[in-house]
Nanobody, 119 residues
Framework: QVQFVESGGGLVQPGGSLRLSCVASGTIISIYTMAWYRQAPGKQRELVARIISSGRTNYVDSGEGRFAISRDNAKNMVYLQMNSLRPEETAVYYC?????????????WGQGTQVTVSS
């Protein structure tokens, strides 16, 4: 069974930074497009960033210039560096692999990691 374990969240003041980590087991992520998602209370889960196998990256518009997704295939891990965080980015953050149609590949989701941006 494929599992993702996310970590690195926490409470940070507006303008602060966090680095999220995701380790995968049960599969080798090197062949996949990997992505970070977030779900805020009362809202749908949304795509935040993705990195394809070649290393090319894409971000949600609000994250451009502030977020950086990276991967370490040797460690089967994906990271999300988030800078200049905003209160509206408070959410549970998850990682998963994406299929060619833009959907997620694996269920169930991991437990996620809580990011709270507040003064």
């Amino acid at each position: 069974q494929v599992q993702f374990v996310e970590s690195g969240g926490g409470l940070v003041q507006p303008g602060g930074s966090l680095r999220l980590s995701c380790v995968a087991s049960g599969t080798i992520i090197s062949i996949y497009t990997m992505a970070w998602y977030r779900q805020a209370p009362g809202k749908q889960r949304e795509l935040v960033a993705r990195i394809i196998s070649s290393g090319r990256t894409n971000y949600v518009d609000s994250g451009e210039g502030r977020f950086a997704i990276s991967r370490d295939n040797a460690k089967n891990m994906v990271y999300l560096q988030m800078n200049s965080l905003r209160p509206e980015e408070t959410a549970v953050y998850y990682c998963n692999a994406m299929n060619s149609g833009g959907g997620v590949l694996f269920n169930p989701w991991g437990q996620g990691t809580q990011v709270t941006v507040s003064s």
